[in-house]
């Protein structure tokens, strides 16, 4: 048996998790309170409200689904498509094609806009497609894990809003890296994931639900195909006076968003991006006398997860075996491409408490000594 | 804000989550590995082996779901019925609903068995509905954590097996502390939590499928409802050489289980079922001379999980007050009634760790303490 204690301590590089910072280790390992337990339904309440924060928003149903990112993303389509609906989605990787595999299996037809991976969506193709199709929902990625393009999400939005479609945007790695105004930009549903910028390990994916959404969802001619993802359901636990069994929610994952949350309030959302750029800045100087260059165009990259293009050297002598050394050799994890950028880039996030410039310098000492 | 550090330490003697064991506490405050690190596949696989374990099988398809008990119960209905497909479900319980529920969701025909909340189902009465509905599913629970009852499998195993049906059965409660023998008895797919006797935090629902079962998925018209639970899907990452990106698995949540596992297995499971056993046994004793007097017969006790009725006397000032200064006062957490049990029994539970003399003794002097 593995031994945990003998783990090496990696410096995680990759598109996620990223290191949780050690005060949320810490909390992970206090004594566990019962789910009904006033106390621990204070602390909820403490987390919402921290969610609502890191969300930019005032929506009372903003809470951690209790399932990791992508049951965030269930989490919306489940409970604002119903078969038949139809919804728009942008695709410009492979974030947003897993959004119409889910889309359409809760039933819905599902149109692609389309952009090539390593761009944005184009908005004027947004806007076009909205005011063609008139779906009930409009999908798309706010924070690209799979490129490292951050999407530009106003224009977008309100054209939805104006053909009366329902918002979804995917923020599970922009969460706590770059500004998200959920409210200000008239975003429905939103989900993001602990394991990116909160510095928490995986396991919670906060959503957010605007009171159109909510009325959307009491509409339902059709119960929500998924019971644990209910949100008429889940509310009866987060919300309200009396608090009713539903799952028994992840104590010990709880404490640990929690203290991430907390860590995020003392530093502020606006140091927290400044921080996040600061990282990425430095990773892209840092890098460069190797050959490595970025993906993506500098006004849509991603702060916390950049896309480097792999020198031909490296291609060559194969990418694989050179992650695989930073790993074994250095304890540094960087992330494959995914997708049709398989074995074309490296993602390498500099997210939370790893967005640092002794981070980069980390990484690029490491490469130095591998490819000199 | 609540200062984690100054929760209180309560002794956590509800339906779950049980304590969590002080090891189990310290393996999640482990510095995080990535999702595809093979050091972590590796843990992964132990993990497998270890369920494979506590669940009585060699079923391949063996791994921890990442969400809790709910989601694994939701993971079995989901890929195991189609639209219009018929289950028989065995109702003898809150879970037994729960099932229903979700089955509907999944677009299935529901046939229920019921018996009264506190019986076992009644296995003729099993076994001649399922040759008089000859369902594709027959779903029941093992260990009814609303009422405290043990239910008998073999016979209705058996006799779904004869008209072709698969069997699923909930093991959320009976998992690591009493026998569950999935292939001896003929089960296709189980789950389980790992708040309950694994000692470890909700957050996990660990499943099995058998051969069977995933033949059955193999062979779907249509596509699983949900993306997240796809067995299919997630079989591309828990298993074969190639470990495949599907989700984000919670690293941290799986350090837990990997302790949890391994107390199982230096304890051995028939000292285990013992040691709940014999808590049991001195649960009903100590509480005695307050009144209270279990709700199920000795024959079909559970023993991790005890309903007791209230006496005359707490019935009339009030069972809420009396949790409340249980837990308030004295740091001990006990279980209300679900369902039509509500305010008519408490559920004491005695998981895992907590399944001690020395938690019964807690109890009893604290009550002793209030009642006096």
Redesign the interface.
Known sequence: ??D??T????L?L?P??S??HPRV?????????????P?FI??LD?VKQGLRNVFGTTNAFTLPI??????GM?ACMVNLLEPGDNILVGVNGVFGG?MC??A???GAKVHRVEAAFGEPLDVDAMVTAIRATRPQLTAFVHAETSTGVLQRVPEIAAAAREVGSLVVLDCVTSVAGVAVELDEWGIDAAYS?T?KCLSC???LSPVSFSDRALERVRERAT??????LDVSLLAGYYEGAKRA?????????I??L??GL?LVEEEGLAAREARHREAAAALIDGVAEFGFTPLVAAEHRLPMLTSLQLPEAILNSGEAELRGAL?NKHNI?VGAG?GSLAGQIWRVGLMGENARITSVDRLVGALREELS
Request: glycine share 8%; hydrophobic share 35%.
């Open positions: 048996m593995i945990l204690n783990l090496p301590e990696r995680l990759g996620g998790p290191n949780a280790l810490d909390a992970l390992s206090r004594p566990l309170l019962g789910h009904l337990d106390l204070e602390l403490e209790s399932a990791t990112g992508s049951a269930e897993r595999e889910v359409s299996r809760a994931g394991q390990p995986p396991s119960p929500v195909q998924s019971w644990y069994y539903h799952h028994t929610a992840p104590i010990s994952s404490y640990g929690s203290e907390q790993l994890e995914l």
